[in-house]
């Protein structure tokens, strides 16, 4: 045991280190951040509770078993907060250590009005960017459970898997179930549209041109990043907080793309400060 201890005192050094920066993050979200009005206490805190019918929960209109990663939701709110937020903070460090984002991408991600908005309103958007960082087998059933964010990727994976029926398997049979088990839960009625709201940043329908194009040059190419980008050039909705996902994803292989994805929403924050009155510089 010792000598054993003695081989590995550095990776138990840093998990260490780790562990102790995530208690301490945890302590300073906790009192900071707990109590933060978003998303998360307005509507999928309650979605586990009300496992029998997700559907009902006001808000929630994700597919069904996408209620089952959400069962942190029985803890206190407060702290129920601060694990969903740190989920997606996780999920984003994971996205940029993948691709070999290296630092560049870790302030891409995080320093930009992008993450400042996904802190504010909390989302569920760890749950497909964690579907995209899996293998399909696994990764498809999380990325179908919020396809407006890198929904698009899921083409490029399958024809890298040579469009075998094998990641489809567990997709199919967790659809099917969800049927049997929830009814035709597609059929519940939604909100308002919230196609003509201000969050909405969607570039849609005039976007749709470019999407294709660049969904096309993702297939010649199997690249399944650009795939992801498409996504939000082909759909009406697109919440800016979604697009943080591709950013760390971007810093990797796409640099350039990042970069200039950053300034443009950079530059967009500052001038829209300006317009309502707030001089950030």
Same mark, same amino acid.
């Given at each position: 045991?010792?000598?054993?201890?003695?081989?590995?005192?550095?990776?138990?050094?840093?998990?260490?280190?780790?562990?102790?920066?995530?208690?301490?993050?945890? $302590?300073?979200?906790?009192?900071?951040?707990?109590?933060?009005?978003?998303?998360?206490?307005?509507?999928?805190?309650?979605?586990?509770?009300?496992?029998?019918?997700?559907?009902?929960?006001?808000?929630?209109?994700?597919?069904?078993?996408?209620?089952?990663?959400?069962?942190?939701?029985?803890?206190?709110?407060?702290?129920?907060?601060?694990?969903?937020?740190?989920?997606?903070?996780?999920?984003?460090?994971?996205?940029?250590?993948?691709?070999?984002?290296?630092?560049?991408?870790?302030?891409? !991600?995080? $320093? !930009?009005?992008? =993450?400042?908005?996904?802190?504010?309103?909390?989302?569920?958007?760890?749950?497909?960017?964690?579907?995209?960082?899996?293998?399909?087998?696994w990764g498809f059933p999380l990325m179908v459970t919020k396809p407006q964010t890198l929904g698009a990727a899921m083409l490029i994976k399958w024809k890298m898997e040579?469009?075998?029926?094998?990641?489809?398997?567990?997709?199919? $049979?967790?659809?099917?179930?969800? =049927?049997?088990?929830w009814g035709n839960w597609v059929n519940i009625k939604g909100p308002v549209s919230v196609l003509d709201t201000p969050q909405n940043f969607s570039f849609w329908p005039l976007g749709i041109p470019f999407g294709i194009i660049l969904l096309i040059y993702s297939w010649?190419?199997?690249?399944?990043?650009?795939?992801?980008?498409? !996504?939000?050039?082909?759909?009406?909705?697109?919440?800016?907080?979604?697009?943080?996902?591709?950013?760390?994803?971007?810093?990797?292989?796409?640099?350039?793309?990042?970069?200039?994805?950053?300034?443009? =929403?950079?530059?967009?924050?500052?001038?829209?400060?300006?317009?309502?009155? $707030?001089?950030?510089?």
């Open positions: 045991m010792i000598v054993w201890l003695r081989g590995h005192w550095q990776q138990i050094f840093k998990v260490f280190v780790f562990s102790l920066a995530f208690a301490a993050l945890f $302590i300073v979200l906790y009192i900071y951040y707990g109590d933060n009005q978003n998303d998360w206490q307005r509507y999928f805190s309650q979605v586990f509770a009300h496992i029998q019918a997700p559907n009902k929960v006001e808000g929630f209109f994700n597919p069904p078993w996408t209620a089952l990663l959400l069962a942190y939701g029985l803890l206190p709110l407060k702290i129920s907060n601060v694990i969903k937020l740190l989920l997606n903070i996780c999920m984003l460090l994971w996205a940029v250590f993948k691709v070999k984002g290296g630092w560049l991408g870790i302030v891409l !991600t995080f $320093i !930009t009005p992008l =993450f400042f908005d996904m802190a504010r309103v909390n989302p569920i958007d760890w749950i497909p960017l964690l579907g995209f960082l899996l293998p399909p087998i040579k469009f075998s029926l094998k990641p489809l398997i567990p997709l199919a $049979i967790i659809i099917g179930g969800s =049927f049997l088990i010649r190419t199997n690249d399944e990043l650009l795939a992801g980008a498409s !996504t939000y050039l082909l759909i009406p909705y697109v919440a800016p907080y979604s697009m943080v996902c591709l950013l760390a994803l971007l810093s990797g292989k796409h640099k350039k793309i990042a970069f200039a994805l950053y300034l443009g =929403f950079l530059w967009f924050a500052v001038v829209e400060a300006r317009r309502t009155g $707030i001089h950030i510089f």
